[in-house]
């Protein structure tokens, strides 16, 4: 089993729908990050967060450190918002346990 | 946010050659740089954790010869890839944190083809 499970693997959705993505680990944390990845490789670090929520944009993250649970929300999804996202809790040293992503696709 | 700026984005290079990929901090002082190494559809897996001014602490099944890492200065982490073969064909990505930061930066990755 791995430290860090994201659901679902594969994501196809329509413009405008709103999109969950889940998050659950097995190991103490000092802070859970989702990050966006796109076709390229690039990364972007979308939110760090240790308690509650937060919100950015159409954006909303939120994490129930009792359960060890995180989800992801994207509100009116938009094409451009297709990559890979991908949950990482943060251990000891900064160090980065990453879950393998989640592929969302949004079609127009 | 801060910047971490990682060059080349790309690279082919011919078996036996040596690689090099920087990574600079442009606005903070890194004291820490993380490298990763992703195959397609798979996560990012730490290669190696270097502090400025320190050798890099590499994971196990890193080679250390192989994988040069250089943190002389606290904006410039290099990855030295040497006698790069096929099978090192990958993505490798560097992640930097300053001391005071509770938040590291992802450079923007360099996909590398060995041929």
């Known amino acids: 089993k791995n430290e860090v499970e994201q659901s679902p693997q594969n994501l196809t959705a329509q413009e405008g729908e709103f999109i969950t993505i889940n998050c659950s680990y097995s190991?103490?944390?000092?802070?859970l990050h989702w990050l966006q990845q796109h076709p390229g490789g690039g990364i972007v670090s979308l939110f760090m967060?240790?308690?509650g929520k937060k919100k950015h944009g159409r954006l909303i993250a939120t994490i129930n450190i009792q359960e060890k649970h995180s989800s992801l929300h994207i509100t009116a999804s938009h094409p451009r918002d297709s990559a890979v996202y991908i949950c990482?809790?943060?251990?000891?040293?900064?160090?980065?346990?990453f879950g393998e992503g989640t592929q969302l696709t949004v079609n127009p | 946010g801060a910047v971490v700026s990682q060059h080349p984005s790309w690279v082919i290079c011919k078996s036996g050659t040596s690689v090099k990929i920087e990574c600079r901090s442009l606005?903070?002082?890194?004291?820490?740089m993380f490298w990763y190494r992703q195959f397609p559809k798979q996560s990012l897996m730490l290669m190696a954790t270097?502090?400025?001014?320190?050798?890099?602490?590499?994971e196990q099944g890193v080679e250390k010869d192989k994988f040069l890492i250089n943190h002389a200065s606290l904006t410039l982490s290099t990855l030295t890839v040497t006698s790069a073969h096929p099978e090192d064909s990958s993505f490798y990505i560097c992640?930097?944190?300053?001391?005071?930061?509770?938040?590291?930066?992802f450079g923007q990755g360099t996909r590398l083809t060995v041929v």
């Open positions: 990482a809790v943060g251990t000891s040293g900064s160090r980065l346990t």
């Open positions: 992640r930097a944190k300053g001391r005071w930061d509770t938040e590291a930066f």
């Open positions: 606005d903070f002082q890194a004291t820490t």
């Open positions: 967060l240790s308690s």
């Open positions: 270097s502090n400025e001014g320190s050798k890099a602490t590499y």
């Open positions: 190991v103490g944390i000092s802070a």
